[in-house]
């Protein structure tokens, strides 16, 4: 036996049985032995079938693509499925792609046009079941990637950055019935530099054990909020 077909027969008896199964499923769109978009999942669904996994996803407007594990029966459900970013190859996995990047889903009579809004089939209803996805960001960090109600993620300020109001520097943030993450947290460069008490067009840094004073460019004055000499003074 040639051992070279059988990637192939497989492929082959996959398509057959979905094109079989699903008259609209994108058979173009399945790959085998694809790869996982760990960055961009925003839902995990265990022991559901991979048909159940693309309804799943079909239902979503935020969701652009699958990714399956067929091994572990495990659904991935991705923000994003522009092929030319996927990463971390999984072996038995299977990748698919939705057709479009709509921002609706047609269910019933009703249209589900809000981003984290789901199609209930049965009802023709639309509801939210998950919140979006928390993004990680230059001054904050994430730590958990679910997304449905009542999911916690920890959000805190990087190094070198304070929360904006309140004390803590991290939060743990709860996804509510309203799709919401609450609470949130905001992060601000942690300023080095102080107002000079001798002139608003100064400032001051620490150096070498002293505060030193320094002058803003002319015309502008010196911000705590930014931290530099960001305030424009009007010509007198």
Same mark, same amino acid.
């Given at each position: ?64 693509? %699958? ?9 991935? &459900? ?5 092929? =030319?970013?996927? #990463?971390? $190859? ?80 991290? %939060? ?9 993450? &609450? ?5 601000? =460069?942690?300023? #080095?530099? $102080? ?42």
């Amino acid at each position: 036996m040639d051992f070279k077909v059988i990637p192939f027969l497989a492929m082959f008896n996959l398509v057959n049985y979905f094109s079989a199964t699903f008259a609209d499923f994108d058979v173009r769109a399945l790959t085998l032995n694809a790869a996982a978009l760990p960055e961009h999942r925003f839902l995990s669904i265990p022991g559901i079938s991979l048909q159940d996994c693309w309804a799943n996803c079909e239902n979503r407007a935020s969701c652009k693509s %699958v990714n399956y594990k067929r091994q572990w029966h495990l659904c991935e &459900l991705n923000s994003v499925g522009d092929s =030319k970013i996927l #990463q971390h $190859r999984v072996r038995g996995s299977v990748f698919y792609k939705k057709r479009n990047d709509a921002t609706k889903v047609q269910c019933g009579s009703t249209t589900c046009d809000g981003d984290m809004e789901v199609c209930d089939r049965t009802t023709g209803m639309c509801t939210v079941k998950e919140c979006e996805p928390l993004q990680q960001k230059s001054e904050r960090f994430v730590k958990g990637n679910i997304a449905s109600m009542g999911d916690k993620a920890l959000l805190g300020c990087k190094d070198g950055f304070s929360p904006s109001t309140g004390s803590n520097v991290t %939060v743990t943030s709860r996804c509510g019935n309203d799709g919401i993450w &609450l609470p949130e947290i905001s992060c601000i =460069k942690t300023c #080095q530099l $102080r107002s000079s008490t001798s002139s608003e067009t100064s400032y001051e840094v620490f150096e070498h054990g002293q505060w030193k004073t320094m002058p803003c460019s002319p015309g502008t004055a010196f911000s705590v909020d930014t931290c530099e000499c960001s305030i424009i003074l009007r010509k007198q």
